[in-house]
């Protein structure tokens, strides 16, 4: 079968034909209807994130399901999927409790997961270890809600931690408006009543914030400018959170900015930014706080907002053999909402 390996840092997506998979005892066999491209990728394809290769790239997957291991039950063939895509596991604190994003045996497992160390979606099937990494999806359109199990369940997360301080009277800035920064303003409208700012250096991100209801957008290149902007609205209260989506030196030193007291500062990007800090900066009773995906009992959550119709991703599709192009347009920002490519 066609797949995306990623085989060592340094080295681009190769394409290539491998065996298609078999489920063996408890495992599920998928076919893959869409793998949504992440720009975390683009960090494990060009730094050392510890994943060694190779495996088949993508973590952000859903499908059909196409073969059931022994032993599996309330599954059929057929049935439409989303994979919850933090594999741990399944008996540490954390993984009792749904949260296997924050499994603490990753690294004597060495992996994180499909697509993270493990064979992922980028290919025409794909092996699941277990029935427990799968949610249904009903009649959504898998294609459609393979960005669920990732773009929206990580914004998810770091919302939910952050809603006591989504207040009316509060005000939260967005800062990157990709695929996690285009599912986030969603579920902020949907699950909060807070002031919503939108921030991107690309204008053609601002207008999709505005096309998706958001009515303040600025411009953080020019970060005095920006920052004098969220002042005028958020007031001397300053931000109550932020969600940093870029995680760069200037998106994380304008979130510290910008944020107030008794606030927090969510850094999700991978971008490398350092949260600096002093006496008061970030302002005292600032959480700063880094998240990692979310848990399976949130993907649930998600996927019953995508259902309500509250949240829909805007989803670009590419075959499958055009991933290495697909990640290039990813680098220069030339993707609208989700890539996923399609076997
Ligand atoms: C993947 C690998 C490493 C860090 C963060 C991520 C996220 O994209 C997972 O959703
Ligand atoms: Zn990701
Ligand atoms: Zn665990």
Redesign the pocket.
């Known amino acids: 079968m066609k797949a995306v390996r990623f085989v060592r840092t340094g080295q681009p997506a190769e394409i290539v034909d491998i065996p298609k998979p078999m489920p063996g005892p408890g495992e599920v066999l998928l076919k893959i209807a869409g793998a949504?491209v992440?720009?975390?990728?683009l960090h494990i394809l060009d730094e050392d994130l510890g994943l060694k290769g190779p495996f088949v790239l993508g973590?952000?997957n859903a499908g059909w399901v196409a073969a059931l291991g022994l032993g599996v039950k309330d599954w059929k063939e057929g049935d439409a999927v989303a994979v919850y895509?933090p594999w741990g596991c399944g008996h540490c604190h954390s993984c009792q409790r749904s949260s296997e994003n924050y499994c603490h045996n990753h690294a004597s497992l060495g992996t994180m997961g499909g697509g993270l160390g493990s064979d992922g979606g980028m290919a025409e099937y794909m092996l699941v270890p277990s029935a427990r990494q799968l949610v249904a999806l009903d009649d959504l359109d898998p294609v459609l809600a393979a960005p669920l199990s990732?773009?929206a369940l990580?914004p998810y997360h770091a919302i939910k931690q952050a809603l006591p301080l989504l207040t009316p009277d509060a005000t939260v800035v967005v800062i990157g408006i990709g695929?996690?920064g285009h599912m986030a303003v969603q579920l902020l409208q949907a699950l909060t009543p807070a002031t919503l700012v939108a921030g991107d250096i690309d204008p053609a991100k601002l207008e999709h914030a505005r096309a998706l209801g958001v009515s303040h957008t600025l411009d953080t290149r020019d970060a005095d400018a920006a920052a004098e902007a969220i002042a005028a609205i958020a007031g001397p209260r300053g931000a109550a959170v932020v969600l940093d989506f870029v995680g760069a030196q200037a998106t994380v030193d304008l979130g510290v900015r910008v944020v107030g007291r008794d606030s927090r500062l969510s850094v999700v990007g991978l971008g490398g930014g350092v949260v600096q800090y002093a006496a008061n900066q970030p302002p005292y009773g600032c959480q700063v706080s880094v998240p990692y995906?979310g848990s399976r009992t949130e993907l649930l959550e998600v996927i019953a907002l995508a259902r309500a119709g509250r949240i829909r991703s805007e989803v670009e599709t590419f075959p499958l053999e055009q991933a290495q192009d697909v990640y290039q347009r990813l680098r220069e920002g030339r993707i609208r909402g989700r890539a996923v490519l399609v076997p």
Do not use: F, R
Request: glycine share 22%; hydrophobic share 20%; proline share 0%.
């Open positions: 949504g992440c720009h975390s990728d973590h952000e895509g990732d773009a990580t695929g996690l995906w």
